[in-house]
């Protein structure tokens, strides 16, 4: 170039020599092999069956095609993890739990404990000017991104594909078009997570201006993507399951599975009828391994293991000897990735409500740090847990001049700003109890801007309550206030002969404030009037039922239970102090102490859950108000719910239960059987008759609905059946 230095020139050209990518270098004469690992959820785990038998024999491999679990398995290999490591990942994985997207309780804020213990199943439904919002997928991905993320940290700074230490490709579907799109560049985790998007399952991917989902619907066996590699000899690993034959299409289950298998199957016979007489196809036995069974991946690797060993024959052909394979182990070592650079600065792209100062406190990365992938893990995870997102990831971009840039991407969910819930509650003992009752809630977390939740829950049944709320936290601080109506009816016993009904309405407003204890614990004071109407005949009531409440209370709740329908482990326990003063025209005057707890302790599956109840009247009135009542299944089971009425009450259990089968990743119904030892009673006095024992067998299951329980239940004084839909403790 005419002006220009020599020198110049002469380090522009080996500028240009040094960026070119290299390869890892064949031996001389020795073909240039292409790995295609095909898709097939959980089946996949037998790639990586194949690829010990490629090491174990030297067969190298110089270039990755993959699409959907094949990506996932080929983008682990090419970043430098070999076959054995690849076995200790899939160890590694809580498989169980990585497709559920379930906040684990303890990143639970305290108030979105509260939710769970309400009776309403987690299911939202939200609503925008065009109507209901529905996700774009049935999961989020948020597990599963994080996971790849640390999984492939090493290899995070390549930006380039064929700059990894074996040149990789992944095949991802544009859903806009249904055209097949090959991923060489860019950040590998999203490439991945793109390519194994499975349409309606996870959400589409949005990289560069398209919509990407699962490459399996378009091209599960990317031959023709190695082969543009450069590779002279393909080996295709397919995992891919036969067509279902005619006879055996009986249902519209199996009509849905052909459906499925059909989808890329004119692509995948197409490329596999493209295989010359050096190529190796490996089909591994994948009978029996559905593809969402991500707990058979010992046996899927094992299977895999074995069709490679079955093609070792033509595999021997391939194979580098000893010097040789050193040679290339030693090149693709050569090309591992250097660490990333520090971190230049940290860019919050945030479309929630929630303030984007707020989502960069809780990032703890400051800039010049290194990436630490654990602990981005469990920064955005706890971001996510707020509960304002569909999904919270990060990516890199190398921003010139200024270094390594990351980039949060908080996606916010409409489902969890403004949301509806809904519960159902069914409990009968077969005789005399029967209750039925659906619930309601309304939730705007940042009411007009302001950072106030608005929450209105409605509960229709025997008992009837309406409440609305406005609550604000102030760090650790919160204030709650508003108005509540409520109906109850209470069944009067004697010697277990029900007499009457008294019922109870009441219309008030109560103002709270108090002290979170960090996500596990709430101190709450109250202040709450109401007017009472009470009617019972021909039960004697001061003017004739009509009075009005003024009390005080003080509440300390703990939660650290991992789960609130089926708890394993954790505490929960509450103390209430309530007070009725005669203050502001009240016409009650008495206290009352009321407190629960129980701890569930787990091995294996068998969870055993210690608990009591207690509560006393501390002063003395002649009403029925503030009294106790116990009853009904786990609360003294074989008598009917609420049966007995006392001033004072004492409860203490012990509940045993144990898991069916073991839990299932993605899909996951559990079903329990277990029995219970009760002892307890409600008095009028202290001095008053022992406490009473009972019993229960049950037999549970966590539906999508809530727990579904049937159970027997015994005591001294008689037996009862319980079915029941809802919570059991």
Do not use: C
């Amino acid at each position: 170039m005419r002006g220009v230095p020599d020198w110049l020139a002469l380090w522009a050209l080996l500028l240009s020599i040094a960026t070119l990518p290299l390869e890892p270098a064949a031996a001389t004469g020795a073909p240039r092999i292409g790995l295609v690992l095909g898709g097939g959820g959980a089946k996949g785990f037998a790639h990586v069956g194949v690829l010990q038998v490629l090491e174990e024999y030297r067969v190298p491999v110089h270039a990755i095609a993959g699409t959907s679990m094949g990506a996932v398995v080929g983008s682990l290999y090419a970043s430098g993890i070999d076959a054995d490591g690849l076995v200790e990942v899939t160890r590694d994985i809580d498989w169980a739990n990585l497709f559920t997207d379930r906040i684990p309780r303890d990143r639970l804020t305290f108030r979105r404990k509260r939710d769970e213990r309400d009776n309403l199943i987690n299911f939202r439904l939200a609503f925008d000017d065009k109507g209901v919002v529905l996700p774009p997928g049935l999961l989020r991905g948020q597990d599963l991104y994080l996971t790849l993320a640390e999984k492939l940290a090493v290899a995070r700074s390549v930006r380039d594909f064929d700059n990894l230490p074996i040149p990789f490709r992944a095949v991802a579907a544009d859903i806009t078009t249904g055209r097949a799109v090959v991923l060489d560049r860019g950040d590998l985790v999203t490439a991945v997570f793109a390519s194994m998007s499975v349409p309606g399952g996870l959400p589409p991917v949005e990289r560069e201006g398209l919509l990407l989902v699962d490459g399996g619907i378009v091209d599960n066996v990317p031959v023709d993507v190695a082969r543009a590699m450069g590779v002279d000899v393909v080996i295709v690993v397919d995992v891919g399951s036969p067509l279902l034959k005619r006879e055996e299409i009986k249902s519209f289950v199996n009509v849905l599975d052909q459906l499925q298998l059909l989808l890329g199957r004119e692509a995948v016979d197409r490329q596999l009828k493209s295989l010359g007489h050096r190529d190796v196809l490996i089909r591994p036995d994948i009978d029996g391994i559905a593809m969402t069974d991500f707990a058979a991946s010992a046996v899927a690797i094992a299977r895999g293991r074995e069709a490679g060993l079955a093609a070792v024959a033509q595999l021997r052909g391939l194979a580098l000897d000893e010097e040789g394979w050193r040679a290339h182990l030693a090149a693709r070592a050569a090309r591992r990735p250097p660490p990333p650079p520090p971190i230049g600065f940290v860019e919050v792209r945030n479309d929630s409500d929630m303030p984007d100062r707020q989502i960069a406190r809780m990032v703890t990365v400051a800039p010049g740090e290194n990436h630490d992938p654990e602990r981005m893990t469990r920064d955005l995870n706890a971001v996510f847990a707020t509960g304002y997102f569909r999904s919270v990831r990060y990516t890199f971009e190398p921003v010139p001049g200024l270094g390594e840039r990351m980039v949060i991407t908080a996606t916010g969910d409409p489902s969890q700003s403004n949301f509806f819930q809904f519960g159902l509650t069914l409990s009968t003992d077969f005789n005399r109890q029967n209750a039925f009752g659906i619930g309601m809630a309304y939730t705007d977390r940042n009411l007009g801007a302001t950072g106030i939740e608005w929450r209105t829950d409605i509960r229709i049944g025997e008992d009837i309550l309406l409440n609305s709320s406005f609550y604000r936290e102030f760090g650790k601080f919160f204030a709650e206030a508003g108005p509540f109506v409520s109906r109850r009816d209470t069944l009067l016993y004697d010697d277990g002969v029900p007499l009457l009904t008294v019922r109870t309405r009441e219309i008030g407003f109560r103002l709270d404030g108090g002290m979170l204890i960090d996500r596990w614990g709430e101190l709450r004071f109250g202040l709450l009037r109401s007017g009472l109407d009470l009617d019972a005949d021909p039960l004697p009531l001061p003017d004739d039922g009509k009075l009005e409440a003024m009390n005080w209370q003080i509440q300390f709740t703990a939660d650290r239970l991992d789960d609130v329908n089926y708890p394993k482990r954790g505490l929960f326990g509450e103390v209430i102090l309530e007070d009725h003063v005669t203050a502001l025209g009240g016409d009650l005057s008495y206290s009352r102490l009321f407190g629960r707890f129980y701890a569930p302790m787990t091995r294996k599956r068998t969870t055993l859950i210690l608990g009591a109840d207690f509560g006393t009247t501390l002063s003395d009135t002649d009403l029925i108000l503030g009294d106790f009542r116990l009853g009904g299944f786990l609360r003294l089971s074989g008598l009917s719910p609420n049966e007995l009425l006392g001033r004072h009450v004492l409860l203490g259990r012990a509940v045993a239960y144990y898991r069916l089968f073991e839990k299932s990743p993605i899909v996951d119904l559990p079903l329990y059987v277990g029995g219970s030892l009760e002892l307890g009673n409600a008095f009028e006095s202290w001095g008053a008759p022992g406490l009473l024992p009972a019993g229960s067998l049950f037999i549970s299951a966590d539906t999508p609905l809530g727990p579904l329980t049937f159970a027997g239940g015994a005591n001294g004084q008689g037996q009862a059946l319980y079915l029941i839909l809802g919570r059991l403790f």
